[in-house]
T-cell receptor, first 112, second 115 residues
Framework: ETGVTQTPRHLVMGMTNKKSLKCEQH?????MYWYKQSAKKPLELMFVYNFKEQTENNSVPSRFSPECPNSSLLNLHLHALQPEDSALYLC???????????FGPGTRLTVL | AQTVTQSQPEMSVQEAETVTLSCTYD???????LFWYKQPPSRQMILVIRQEAYKQQNATENRFSVNFQKAAKSFSLKISDSQLGDAAMYFC????????????FGEGTQLTVNP
């Protein structure tokens, strides 16, 4: 595997389900990010992790719970989501201060 | 706070022609970086080009070049000899030193390439 990978690529879940999105970067980077991309809206930064520590949480509802087991892996645990949470969820990584972010292919999430 | 504005929601160009996508930004910082990302229908975000604010020379990457006007806070992307594969959503992004590795993205410009 190279670059940034995300699984699953598509996910349909009900409002009472618990699911997880997974992201893995194979670039040796130290920073990882979760973004939400909804139709006709700019990318919304959700969480930032630097060296496995969360450094930013942009007022994301607690039904989204990130987890960073190591500097290469970033999970997003989902519970009790709402239909308005349906979107493309993008993971990215970068060197700590490198700024260039490399993105995964995204997970298309649909909440019924 | 940083802002990035892309005033053209949609643009179109004929194959082999040249097109310019506009981006303006605002920051009070002196050290920053600017990027153009491309998101084709596959939804994979791909870095197209990068510009450091301290560099006066405009960045180029094959058929892609930028016009960086620091005083005007303008960062446009020029695509020469447009190809069908250039059709995508293009995002302008700004990163500043004091925000760590955080990027601020514009709303995007949807580029259509007509054969």
């Amino acid at each position: 595997e190279t670059g940034v990978t995300q699984t699953p690529r598509h996910l349909v879940m009900g409002m009472t389900n618990k699911k997880s999105l997974k992201c893995e970067q194979h670039l040796g980077h130290n920073a990882m990010y979760w973004y939400k991309q909804s139709a006709k809206k700019p990318l919304e930064l959700m969480f930032v992790y630097n060296f496995k520590e969360q450094t930013e949480n942009n007022s994301v509802p607690s039904r989204f719970s990130p987890e960073c087991p190591n500097s290469s892996l970033l999970n997003l645990h989902l519970h009790a989501l709402q239909p308005e949470d349906s979107a493309l969820y993008l993971c990215a990584s970068s060197q700590e201060q490198g700024f260039e972010q490399f993105f995964g292919p995204g997970t298309r999430l649909t909440v019924l | 706070a940083q802002t990035v504005t892309q005033s053209q929601p949609e643009m179109s160009v004929q194959e082999a022609e040249t097109v310019t996508l506009s981006c303006t930004y605002d920051t009070s910082e002196s050290d920053y970086y600017l990027f153009w990302y491309k998101q084709p229908p596959s939804r994979q975000m791909i870095l197209v080009i990068r510009q450091e604010a301290y560099k006066q020379q405009n960045a180029t990457e094959n058929r892609f070049s930028v016009n960086f006007q620091k005083a005007a806070k303008s960062f446009s992307l020029k695509i020469s000899d447009s190809q069908l594969g250039d059709a995508a959503m293009y995002f302008c992004a700004l990163g500043v030193e004091t925000s760590g590795s955080r990027l601020t993205f514009g709303e995007g410009t949807q580029l259509t390439v007509n054969p």
